[in-house]
């Protein structure tokens, strides 16, 4: 099963795909990345001009991808089942 990344802020400035792996190029052109690899080797491919205007919609990207809400699920379960004695 393949999961596509959905950005919740300016998805129109992002390319997605089903991969695990955010790619920043900077100012290369984001475009010119998504040439060279396939769909599944990438999650995101977005463009940083700035760290101070840009840097805030990339960490909220980042942390409503589909993968880390998994990984905080399973750790929160973790620790109920450790409180609980499971």
């Known amino acids: 099963m393949e999961i596509y990344y959905k950005p919740l802020y300016k998805p129109n400035q992002v390319f997605c795909g089903s991969g695990q792996t955010a790619i920043v190029t900077g ?3 984001k475009g010119t990345v998504k ?3 396939e769909e599944h080797e990438y999650g995101a491919i977005g463009q940083l001009y700035s760290a101070t205007r840009g840097i805030n919609f990339l960490v909220r ?3 409503w991808g589909s993968a880390l809400k998994e990984r905080i699920k399973m750790i929160k379960q973790n620790r109920i089942q450790k409180k609980v004695g499971i």
């Open 61 to 63: 990207n980042l942390l």
């Open 35 to 37: 040439k060279k690899l």
């Open 27 to 29: 100012w290369t052109l």
